[in-house]
Every structure is written in C-alpha cells, then in structure tokens.
C-alpha cells in the first residue's frame, strides 16, 4: 500500500447522530423529536441505494516552500495557511472523494414533490456519508503513515482560511481529472455536490 489510492465502492456506515448534528441538533440545547429519528432511520436505511462512495489520493514531493507558497511538481499551493500547515512536510497527499449524484438527484427528486423534510433528512445523509468516505480514506492515510514511521498533518480543504476554491480543478486534475467521477463548476463548487477534496502534509517521523 501506498499514498496513492483509488477505491471505489467502499463501505459506508452512516452514524445517525452525525445526520442528527446536520440537522442543527446541539446536545442539551436543541433535539430531534423521537418521530424524526424514527424517519431518519429509514431514510438511512433506505439510502443505500443511493450512496456510491469512491476514494482517491496521490502524494507530492514538495519543492520549495515560502511564507506565503508551497510548490510541488504538479501543483501550486497559495496562502499563508496552507504554508503554516506544510511548514514540516516533505510531501502533500492530495485526496477527493465522492459518493455519486444519485442521492442529490433523489433529493431533489423529494423536492420538486414538496417532500421537504424528507428531502433534508436525506441531504444531511449525504453530507454525512461524504465526511465518513474522507474520515475512511484519512485513516487509511494514517494507517501507511504509520507503517512508514512517518506522521502526517491535519487535512485541509479549499475554502479554509485563505487556501481559495479555485485549486478544486488542479486538485483533481492530479488525481486523474474527468475519470474520478467528479467535476468543477463554474463558480469552483465541485459536482457532485456531496464531494470533498483536501490536502494533507506527510512529515517525516
């Protein structure tokens, strides 16, 4: 096993009090009422269906490294935050993952037939079974980091501080661009929208 990985079709265990969290439920402050659990449960259950989860990452020697830039071969890596995260590194993991469109077509599907709250429960699913696909991917990550007596950093997303969404389609573009399953739209959102990218510097133990 390697920094580079490609897997489709992974397993993906949805925890409910995540979704529950999405739905802006805040322990001792907020709750979700016994009947909307209960449909939450179904809607996970029913889900299945609907999710795909695919992951993906490569790493990058780093080239050089300033104040407010990191280099690599294949990419340019701008802002300050970024380059604190790298500070150490001796190389960059680009990673994405995705669980497919067939969910938001369904919710949008629940929408048009002014099914909202159902719509919503399966949204936050989403959201939830995208976060889960990198937390699976992260550990895989850390699991060969470990096997290599190496550390790795926190990962860090287009959109965090000053690292700006413009780089989704280089990212991608590293990672194998149009094959991935996975796209960038005009205004640098990737499509599907239940999709994340991130980078994470790997350190030398």
Do not use: W
């Amino acid at each position: 096993m390697s920094f580079e990985i490609s897997l489709r079709n992974i397993p993906i265990v949805i925890n409910i009090g995540e979704v529950r969290r999405y739905l802006g439920e805040y322990r001792g402050i907020t709750l979700v009422s016994n009947e909307i659990h209960f449909l939450i449960e179904r809607l996970i259950a029913q889900s299945k269906a609907f999710i795909s989860a695919a992951i993906f990452s490569k790493s990058l020697r780093i080239k050089s490294k300033g104040e407010n830039l990191v280099e690599t071969e294949e990419l340019v890596l701008p802002g300050k935050d970024i380059a604190k995260l790298l500070k150490d590194s001796i190389e960059v993991i680009v990673c994405a993952t995705t669980i497919g469109e067939a969910l938001e077509r369904e919710v949008d599907e629940l929408t048009s037939r002014k099914r909202f709250l159902e719509a919503t429960i399966l949204d936050a699913i989403g959201s939830t079974a995208a976060d889960t696909a990198m937390d699976y991917l992260n550990n895989l990550l850390i699991a060969e980091a470990t096997r290599r007596k190496l550390k790795l950093t926190r990962r860090y997303s287009p959109g965090y501080g000053d690292l700006p969404l413009l780089i989704q389609g280089e990212l991608l573009k590293v990672l194998g661009g149009d094959s991935l399953g996975i796209r960038v739209s005009p205004s640098y959102m990737l499509i599907p929208r239940k999709s994340v990218t991130a980078l994470i510097g790997v350190m030398e133990g």
